[in-house]
């Protein structure tokens, strides 16, 4: 009888480090599918969903005009939802205040297509970026990022391209930051500078290319993370290829964007408070 015990126990000792054991494997198993899995499709669409309510096209309304409103760039709001960020070379060179022409951002609000004028309260043109204070309105805002932005990392941009042709349908790309490099080099041939070349010159900066294609419209799109949704930077469809691609005599499809430190920089020089998380 004591046998039949020692024998039962000794089995049931063994099942029960049998079953702890199966129990681990199917643990480690389970940890190693979570950490393997890559980002689904479903977190992407849910920022994109969240990213697109602070999009905006920018461009100007003027009512004797034919079309009254025309679009010339994406913006981006920020801050308490009345801050709108864009590219400086998206705004008009000139408004015209005798026919009440003004600046404007325009956005998709369910099924209509709304309008809020807009003035600019900042300017950056060494870096090309303006930004607007809403009139009358505020809207949802994104978040900047506080985080190195490394070469290889997945990135993402939210606009408008080719402007009013595709109407007030935000659009978004995703790839990568392809390379972190100068805004300008030195020209191979002397020919090729300009004053405004060597202005730059003077003062280089880092620009992010992406291998996304952005297009015409584009320009003042954010560029943010596809996990978080925080924006890294300012997609630039101009400013930078007159720098990079004074040599072509055609310009590339290469895509560029603006770090976000100098939205940063110009918001503390202007007094505007942006939280960054």
């Not at 290469?254 to 110009?266: E, F, G, Q, S, V």
Request: hydrophobic share 45%.
């Amino acid at each position: 009888m004591v046998y039949e015990q020692l024998v039962f126990c000794s089995m049931f000792s063994e099942d029960m480090i049998f079953i702890k054991d199966i129990k681990m494997k199917i643990f480690i198993f389970c940890i190693s599918i979570i950490l393997c899995t890559p980002v689904s499709a479903s977190s992407l669409a849910d920022v994109i969903e969240l990213t697109k309510k602070s999009v905006v096209a920018v461009g100007t309304v003027m009512p004797k005009r034919s079309p009254k409103s025309i679009f010339l760039g994406t913006g981006f709001v920020i801050g308490d939802g009345g801050l709108v960020v864009t590219n400086a070379h998206v705004l008009p060179k000139e408004i015209s205040t005798k026919n009440i022409e003004t600046i404007a951002v325009f956005f998709r609000q369910e099924k209509h297509v709304r309008m809020l004028k807009a003035k600019v309260v900042a300017i950056d043109k060494e870096h090309d970026i303006a930004v607007l204070r809403l009139l009358g309105g505020k809207l949802p805002a994104i978040e900047l990022a506080n985080s190195k932005v490394r070469e290889g990392q997945l990135v993402a941009f939210t606009g408008y391209p080719i402007g009013m042709v595709l109407g007030v349908y935000p659009v978004t790309h995703r790839g990568i930051i392809s390379a972190i490099s100068p805004i300008v080099l030195p020209a191979i041939n002397g020919r090729h500078l300009n004053a405004k070349l060597m202005r730059r010159l003077r003062a280089p900066y880092n620009v992010y290319q992406l291998d996304a294609t952005a297009y015409p419209g584009n320009s003042g799109s954010p560029v943010y993370d596809p996990k978080t949704g925080k924006v890294i930077g300012i997609v630039n469809k101009v400013f930078v290829k007159e720098s990079k691609e004074t040599i072509l005599s055609k310009p590339s499809g290469i895509t560029y964007a603006i770090p976000i430190r100098y939205l940063d920089d110009l918001l503390k020089k202007s007094n505007l408070k942006v939280k960054k998380i």
